[in-house]
């Protein structure tokens, strides 16, 4: 009902034999697809298997290589015997740091003309979840891994010198902060 608008019917419902008529029972969004995002996604969709995702993997194996070399960095883990995943974000994290600490990494990182995130910022930490009355000290996990972990960047046009940039600029801007 949220993407309707808040309406209790959807578009096919409400062409159907005499069921026109609908009512919006809460506040909601528009959030239709436009055709022309559909057709963008279409033609994504036939090329992710065989390029995207290799693309991608492609990536993610050189991240592996550079920081599996270095025992301060806990490298996510996205293949196993029984899944993968699909490469679109890689949070690496750096073991028995603060959030401080990670935060000025981030700091020299970007000082580097790199461009770095975090995923994803646990939802108890967000105002509007405060205000429900969830509390950050009750999920210590969640804040840990938080706390240590860094997005590198992959995206499709990422070139191996700029994948270099970036593992680079992360192990300068470790040693830098961590000594």
């Not at 992710?48 to 960095?73: C, E, M, P, S, V």
């Not at 205000?131 to 860094?150: A, C, M, Q, W």
Request: glycine residues 4%; charged residues 25%; aromatic residues 12%.
């Amino acid at each position: 009902m949220y993407t309707l608008h808040g309406q209790n019917k959807d578009a096919l419902a409400k062409t159907q034999k005499g069921n026109w008529k609908y009512d919006i029972v809460e506040a909601g969004y528009k959030c239709n697809m436009t055709d022309m995002s559909a057709a963008i996604g279409l033609v994504e969709l036939e090329r992710y298997d065989n390029d995207t995702q290799l693309k991608r993997k492609l990536i993610f194996d050189t991240y592996q290589a550079a920081f599996l070399k270095d025992n301060r960095f806990q490298v996510p883990v996205y293949h196993t015997d029984s899944k993968t995943g699909c490469y679109h974000l890689y949070p690496l994290r750096i073991k028995g740091i603060t959030e401080q600490q990670r935060d000025a990494i981030m700091k020299e990182i970007f000082d580097c003309d790199v461009s770095v995130n975090v995923h994803f910022i646990p939802v108890p930490a967000m105002t509007f979840y405060k205000n429900l009355g969830y509390d950050l000290k009750n999920y210590p996990v969640t804040y840990d891994n938080f706390s240590r972990e860094i997005s590198l960047p992959v995206f499709y046009n990422l070139t191996d010198e700029q994948t270099q940039t970036v593992i680079n600029a992360v192990i300068s801007s470790v040693n830098k902060v961590l000594g």
